[in-house]
C-alpha cells in the first residue's frame, strides 16, 4: 500500500477527534470538520462548509456573560501571529440545537486547541481547530454527596462549581498566555543570543591576528584561519592538539612546563610584555611569534586564549633598522677618522708646505741682493717670476687653509650687526687700496644672525672681490642691502657695477679654483665663493648670482635666521 | 746696543738662515744662540746637557721660538720655561709657519708674549724680524732679577 492510495478524505472524515479545518481569513472560513465534530455540535457538513465560523457558531444570545467567541477569536488571531499553536483555557461555549429537536442552547464546556498548518514557504495555510467536549467532565466533577441533594440546591452548587471551573479555567488560560510570553521572549532572547554568537565566531574566525583557545590540558578547543595559516594548519587539524605541536622540539618540554605554571596562577599578559618565542610549522620551519595570554572562566575551568602575532617582518625590519645604525655608527667612526685626519693634513699643509716656499722666496731675494752684479736683466726676470711664483702659492695655500676651516670650525651663532660688519670690511679695504675710488653704499641696521668669525670672512670674499672687479670702473659703486624674496624670506645682496660676467658659467662660479678671469685680467685663487658658499650652506642658507658682461655683478644670500630691519 | 743674547729656536735650517739673515739685514747685530730642537732649547736656558756649566743667569733677551719641533715640542717647551721659576718671566715669542687656532689659542694659554706667523714672502718676513728686534730688544724692558729667580 502507498500514500497514493490512500483515502485522506476518508481518514479525516472518520478520525475519532473533534477537528474542524478553517481557512486562514479575516472569517475563518469553515472548510472541513470530521464526522465527530459534526455530531457534536449539531451540525450537518453541508451546512456549515464555507461559512465563517462565527456565523455558524455565534455565542448563545440568552448567556450575556458568554466570552467564547471572543476567546476563540483572539486565539486564532495568535496562531496567525505566531504560526504556532494556541490552547485555550476550558471553554463555555453553548451550542445551537437543531430546529428539529427544540431548537435553542445546548450548555457545553470544551477544552479547544488551535494549530496552524505551514506551507513549505512558512506561510499558513490552514487552522486546524480541534476540542474536547469536557461537559461530561466538569459536571462529573460534582461531589457524589451533591447528586443527591435537592435539586435546586444541586443546581446552584452545580452553577457555583461551574464558575469555579471556567474561573480557574481563565487564570489558567492566562497562565498560559504569560508563560506563551515569556517563551516568546526567551526564545527571541536566544535568537538574538545565536545572532551574537554568530557574529562573535564569525570575527573570531576572522581576526587579522591568530587566535588558539586551549583547555586545561592544554589541548586546542579552538583555532581561527589565521592562526592556521600562521603554522600551516587548518583550523580543523589543530582542534584537540596539544598546543606544543606548534613549539619547537627541543623547547617542547619547557613549554608545557610553563603552560602547567600559567593554569595555577593564570593572569591577563599582555602583547609586548610577554615573551618572544619560535613557532614551529607543520613543515617544520621556525618563525618568531609575540603571544598574548589571558585566562577565560568556563564551566570546565580556566581556559587560555592566546593571541599570536608573526613577527617575521618586524623582526626583519627590527634588524635592518639595526644595520643601519650600525653602518652610521660606523660612518660616524670613520667620518671623525677623516676629519683628524684632515685636521692633521691642514696642519701640516699650513706648516711644513709653507716652509719650502718661504726658503724659495727668501733665497731668491738673497740671490737678487747678494749677487745683483753677476746677474743679468734675464736672470733677475727669472727670478722675479719664482718669487712672484712663491707667494701666489702661499696665498692659495692660505684661502685652502681657510677654506677646510670655515668647514670644520664649529659654528657659534650671535647676533650680528650686519650693517656695521660690512662698514668695518669697506674701511679695510680702502686702507688697502687707498689709490681706489669706491663708492660703497651700505643700507643701515641690517641684523643677522650667525657666526661672526665666519660671517666675516664671507663678507671680506664678497667685499674684496666687488673692490677687484670693478677696478675698471671710472665710478666705482659696491651696494650692500637687504633682500626680501616673494615668499617672505629675506636675505642679503651684495651689488656691484664692475665688469660682471656670463650667467652661462654662473654654476661654475662657487666651485673650489674655479675662476672666469685670467690671473692677468685679475688676480685670485678661485677659493674665495668656494669659501663663501661653505660659510652660506654651514648656516642653513643659499647663494645665487645674478649677473651680465660688462653690467655688474650681484651676489644674493640668505641664512637661516633671517635678517630683520 | 748691549750685547743681549737671542735664543733662536728653529728646526729648519732654510729658516734658521733666512732669520739670521734678516737680523743681519735689519741691523740687529746681538747674539744669536741657536738651538735646533726641544731639547736643546731647555738645556741651554737651564745649563745643562751641552750647556752645562754655562752661567744660567745669563738669560736670552728674548727667545723666538717655533712649534714643530723634534724631541720637545714649542709648546711643551714653552710650558716647561713657565713653570721654572728662573725662566718664567722671559719674553718668549712663537715664531712659526702655522695660522691654525688651536695652535694660537695654546701658545698664549701657555703664557707666550707674542705669536707671530712666519710669511712666505721674504721681504715681509724680514720686515717682522726687523720689527721684533726693535720692539724685544731695544723697546721693551724686562725684569733684571725676576723675584721668582730668588726662590
Known amino acids: 500500500m502507498t500514500h497514493g492510495d490512500l483515502d485522506f478524505e476518508r481518514l479525516f472524515r472518520d478520525a475519532p477527534a473533534l477537528l474542524l479545518v478553517l481557512q486562514a481569513d479575516a472569517q475563518f472560513t469553515i472548510l472541513d470538520a470530521t464526522d465527530a465534530y459534526l455530531r457534536a455540535t449539531f451540525t450537518e ?272 625590519e627590527t634588524e635592518q633598522i639595526r644595520r643601519l645604525n650600525e653602518d652610521l655608527r660606523r660612518h660616524t667612526v670613520e667620518l671623525e677618522a677623516a676629519n683628524r685626519e684632515l685636521e692633521a693634513f691642514s696642519y701640516s699643509v699650513s706648516h711644513d708646505l709653507r716652509a719650502p716656499l718661504r726658503s724659495i722666496d727668501g733665497f731668491s731675494q738673497a740671490l737678487l741682493e747678494d749677487y745683483a752684479a753677476q746677474l743679468d736683466q734675464t736672470a733677475r726676470d727669472h727670478l722675479a717670476r719664482v718669487r712672484a711664483a712663491t707667494q701666489r702659492m702661499g696665498v692659495l695655500i692660505d684661502d685652502l687653509l681657510e677654506l677646510s676651516r670655515v668647514t670644520r670650525s664649529e659654528l657659534h651663532p650671535e647676533a650680528i650687526d650686519f650693517s656695521a660688519l660690512a662698514e668695518s670690511i669697506a674701511d679695510e679695504l680702502r686702507h688697502t687700496h687707498p689709490a681706489r675710488q669706491v663708492k660703497v653704499d651700505i643700507e643701515p641696521g641690517l641684523q643677522a644672525t650667525g657666526d661672526g668669525r665666519l660671517l666675516r670672512i664671507a663678507l671680506t670674499n664678497l667685499l674684496s672681490n666687488a673692490w677687484k672687479f670693478t677696478e675698471p670702473r671710472p665710478i666705482a659703486r659696491i651696494e650692500v642691502g637687504r633682500y626680501v624674496a616673494e615668499d617672505g624670506r629675506s636675505g642679503f645682496f651684495v651689488r656691484d657695477n664692475g665688469v660682471g660676467f656670463n650667467m652661462a658659467y654662473a654654476h661654475k662660479l662657487f666651485g673650489a679654483f674655479q675662476r672666469l678671469h685670467t690671473a692677468n685680467e685679475f688676480p685670485g685663487t678661485g677659493i674665495g665663493l668656494a669659501t663663501v658658499q661653505r660659510i652660506v650652506q654651514r648656516h642653513g642658507g643659499r647663494i645665487w648670482t645674478e649677473a651680465a658682461v660688462d653690467a655688474g655683478a650681484s651676489f644674493f644670500f640668505t641664512l637661516r635666521s633671517e635678517a630683520s630691519s | 746696543m748691549e750685547n743681549k743674547i737671542i735664543l733662536l729656536v728653529e728646526d729648519n735650517p732654510d729658516d734658521e738662515a733666512l732669520t739670521l739673515r734678516a737680523l743681519s739685514r735689519s741691523n740687529i747685530a746681538n747674539t744669536v744662540v741657536v738651538a735646533r730642537d726641544g731639547v736643546e732649547a731647555l738645556d741651554y736656558l737651564f745649563a745643562r746637557g751641552a750647556h752645562a756649566g754655562r752661567d744660567p743667569e745669563d738669560k736670552p733677551a728674548v727667545t723666538l721660538l717655533d712649534l714643530k719641533l723634534p724631541r720637545v715640542d714649542g709648546l711643551e717647551v714653552l710650558a716647561q720655561i713657565r713653570s721654572a721659576p728662573a725662566t718664567r718671566l722671559l719674553p718668549v715669542v712663537i715664531l712659526t709657519s702655522s695660522r691654525e687656532e688651536q695652535d694660537l689659542i695654546n701658545g698664549y694659554r701657555l703664557g707666550a708674549n707674542s705669536y707671530i706667523r712666519k710669511p712666505v714672502d721674504f721681504a715681509q718676513f724680514t720686515e717682522a724680524v726687523r720689527q721684533l728686534g726693535l720692539y724685544w730688544l731695544v723697546l721693551n724692558e724686562t725684569p733684571r732679577d725676576p723675584p721668582g729667580a730668588a726662590r
Not at chain 1, 50 to 60: A, E, K, M, T
Not at chain 1, 74 to 85: D, E, H, I, T, W
Not at chain 1, 193 to 208: D, H, I, T, V
Not at chain 1, 293 to 307: M, N, R
Open chain 1, 45 to 316: 457538513r453541508t451546512r456549515i462548509v464555507n461559512r465563517g465560523l462565527f456565523d455558524v457558531f455565534p455565542d448563545n444570545p440568552d448567556d450575556h456573560s458568554a466570552t467564547g467567541t471572543r476567546n476563540l477569536r483572539a486565539s486564532l488571531q495568535r496562531v496567525m501571529a505566531r504560526r504556532a499553536p494556541d490552547t485555550m483555557a476550558v471553554q463555555k461555549y453553548d451550542v445551537r440545537r437543531p430546529d428539529s429537536t427544540g431548537g435553542g442552547f445546548e450548555e457545553r464546556f470544551w477544552s479547544p486547541v488551535n494549530s496552524p498548518v505551514l506551507a513549505s514557504d512558512g506561510h499558513i495555510r490552514y487552522i486546524i481547530h480541534r476540542v474536547e467536549d469536557v461537559t461530561d467532565y466538569v459536571r462529573g466533577s460534582l461531589p457524589e454527596a451533591v447528586q443527591h441533594e435537592p435539586s435546586d440546591a444541586v443546581e446552584r452548587r452545580n452553577q457555583a462549581l461551574e464558575r469555579e471551573i471556567l474561573q480557574r479555567s481563565r487564570e489558567l488560560d492566562a497562565l498560559n498566555r504569560n508563560l506563551q510570553q515569556i517563551n516568546e521572549a526567551l526564545n527571541a532572547e536566544i535568537a538574538e543570543r545565536k545572532r551574537a554568537q554568530n557574529w562573535l565566531s564569525e570575527l573570531l574566525r576572522s581576526a587579522p591576528d591568530g587566535i588558539i583557545i586551549v583547555d586545561r590540558e592544554g589541548r586546542v578547543v579552538l583555532a581561527n584561519d589565521q592562526a592556521g595559516l600562521h603554522f600551516g594548519y587548518t583550523p580543523e587539524e589543530l582542534m584537540g592538539q596539544p598546543i606544543e605541536v606548534l613549539v619547537p622540539d627541543k623547547q617542547r618540554r619547557v613549554h608545557a612546563k610553563h603552560r602547567a605554571g600559567y593554569i595555577s596562577t593564570p593572569r591577563r599578559r599582555n602583547m609586548g610584555e610577554g615573551l618572544e618565542l619560535l613557532g614551529q610549522r607543520k613543515d617544520g620551519s621556525f618563525f618568531p611569534v609575540e603571544i598574548s595570554l589571558s585566562p577565560i572562566e568556563t564551566a570546565e575551568g580556566f581556559w587560555v586564549a592566546g593571541i599570536i602575532h608573526d613577527i617575521t617582518q618586524r623582526k626583519q
